[in-house]
């Protein structure tokens, strides 16, 4: 082989090398003429523009460049041509075949024959994701810098030391500072000593990894030195694995802690106010009892002496006399029956009742009540008609049980006109006896009935208290009637009131007792 023919197959064989590491390189690699058209493109280059090799060699780049990269990349090209030198490489947006926009960064150097410029080689690397990749970490960015800075409520980031590293408009409005003013100072700078102290612990315990009690309350002082009062949440900030701070939010509670304060003032007023009242209830049920009891022993020894007189057992007195001696007995009784009610009030307020509990025979007292009251109805000319049949004993006190039906019926006498009629009713079940007392008086609106058992309660109006009273014997009936187990009510209507009692029977029937 000569020499001249070894070097020929040499240079054939490099061609073949050199085109082959061209067509087959990663990046995408292309040759231009001097006026922009491609004269090659490697495999790589072809993949970008989606295009066949035929569709691309003799076209020109302003076929696969947008406007604002094809004028960049001619300024280049004729830079490179005139031998000027330019910045390399450069970024360039290609829309491809199927018109998807891509990102290059190219670099372009001439092709020279001898001292004739014949093209330009240019290496292409797609940045097309990596592109996307930074726009969408800007976007994100900007996205919670915007959360960030425009929350309702202050927002921060400090150092470990507890100096501000940052703080959001919210949170400069409240310290009432500029940003300048405000990063890299201190947070004690703008919270009262005390508070201080508070968070410091807290940032010290948040940093060695301690749960603490959230939120941490702190009486901020702002520029023109207010004094505000804000609730911090706060969890700490990480770079990779190194701690680099906290960051949390902070809510003005202001307005709440003043209310807080307050409805603890209120709290206590109301407290010492209803410990007043005790005391004084106290006081004024100690007076009424004493009271009564000082006005129950004259009283009582009026009526007995009263009743000598009445019964001639201390010598003959006129017709008159009898007459007088009526008037101050019917009286003193009165005044006796109201003194003792304000006792049981009294004794109400203190406890229960006092109570005996024996066998009673309601049929028993309810006969001799009436009998007692008929000379009262009778100057009404109302009749008392009872309907009373034997029933068994049940457990009662018999006094205070003669006190409920003495009340009742002289209700029922008191709210009746004359002539009127009154009907005492009894009767049995398994469980309960039932005492009914009718009257055709007045009667009690509807709407008032729930409330007639309740102490001092009188219907309104001239018409109830032209009839006197207190209010205070149907309470004291419903005491004593729920001390036995039973129940009262009342029902009324235009023709006048009844007033039903339920008081249960022994477990054993004690009948005939
Ligand atoms: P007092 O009779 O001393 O006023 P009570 O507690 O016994 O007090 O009764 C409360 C109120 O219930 C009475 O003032 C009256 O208005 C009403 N009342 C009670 N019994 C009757 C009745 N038989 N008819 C009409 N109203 C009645």
Not at 19 to 43: H, R, V, W
Not at 151 to 159: E, I, N, Q, R, V
Not at 175 to 181: K, S
Not at 224 to 235: L, M
Request: proline content about 3%; hydrophobic content about 35%; some cysteine.
């Amino acid at each position: 082989m000569t020499e001249k023919r070894r070097l020929k197959l040499e240079i054939i064989e490099s061609e073949a090398r050199y085109k082959d590491l061209f067509e087959n390189a990663g990046e995408p690699m292309y040759i231009l003429d001097t006026s922009g058209c491609f004269q090659a493109i490697n495999k790589a280059g072809l993949r970008i523009l989606g295009a066949e090799k035929e569709e691309v060699i003799g076209s020109h780049i302003s076929r696969w460049l947008t406007p604002e990269s094809l004028k960049l990349s001619q300024e280049v090209l004729e830079k490179q041509i005139s031998g000027e030198r330019c910045e390399q490489p450069v970024v360039i947006e290609v829309i491809n075949k199927n018109g998807e926009h891509l990102w290059g960064e190219i670099a372009t150097r001439v092709i020279s024959d001898g001292d004739r410029i014949t093209g330009i080689h240019g290496i292409a690397r797609d940045i097309t994701e990596k592109l996307r990749l930074e726009q969408e970490l800007l976007e994100s960015e900007a996205k919670y810098r915007d959360l960030f800075e425009n929350a309702d409520d202050p927002m921060f980031t400090l150092d470990t030391n507890g100096n501000f590293l940052a703080l959001n408009n919210a949170g400069l409005r409240l310290l009432g500072c500029t940003r300048n003013e405000l990063i890299g100072s201190h947070l004690s700078k703008w919270i009262t000593l005390e508070s201080n102290v508070n968070a410091m612990n807290a940032i010290k315990k948040r940093l060695m990894g301690e749960s603490i009690e959230s939120p941490t309350i702190l009486e901020m002082v702002s520029s023109n030195g207010e004094h505000r009062w804000i609730e911090v949440r706060s969890s700490i900030l990480k770079e990779g694995n190194a701690i680099k701070g906290l960051h949390g939010n902070a809510r003005d509670v202001t307005e709440k802690r003043r209310l807080e304060l307050q409805l603890k003032d209120y709290h206590e007023k109301l407290q010492r106010s209803y410990e007043e009242l005790i005391e004084a209830d106290r006081i004024k049920t100690e007076f009424v009892s004493n009271i009564t009891h000082e006005l129950l022993t004259p009283m009582t020894s009026i009526k007995g002496f009263t009743e000598l007189l009445y019964d001639e057992t201390t010598g003959k007195i006129s017709n008159e006399q009898k007459k007088s001696l009526e008037i101050i007995l019917r009286n003193s009784e009165r005044l006796i029956r109201l003194i003792k009610d304000l006792l049981d009030v009294a004794s109400l307020d203190k406890n229960k009742l006092s109570m005996k509990f024996e066998c009673v025979q309601m049929t028993e007292i309810i006969s001799k009540t009436i009998q007692d009251l008929q000379p009262h109805a009778m100057s009404k000319g109302i009749r008392i008609i009872n309907k009373v049949a034997p029933l068994p004993a049940i457990l009662g006190d018999d006094g205070r049980l003669t006190q409920v039906i003495t009340n009742l019926l002289f209700n029922a006498i008191k709210f009746t006109p004359e002539k009127g009629t009154i009907t005492v009713i009894v009767s049995e079940n398994t469980n309960n006896i039932s005492i009914s007392v009718t009257d055709t008086g007045i009667g009690i609106p509807e709407n008032e009935l729930p409330r007639i058992f309740d102490r001092f309660y009188q219907i309104d109006g001239s018409d109830s208290r032209k009839y006197g009273g207190t209010g205070l014997g149907l309470s004291i009936c419903k005491s004593i009637i729920e001390q036995h187990y039973g129940s009262i009510k009342a029902q009324s209507d235009c023709n006048g009131s009844t007033f039903h009692i339920m008081l249960p029977k022994p477990a054993n029937n004690t009948k005939g007792v």
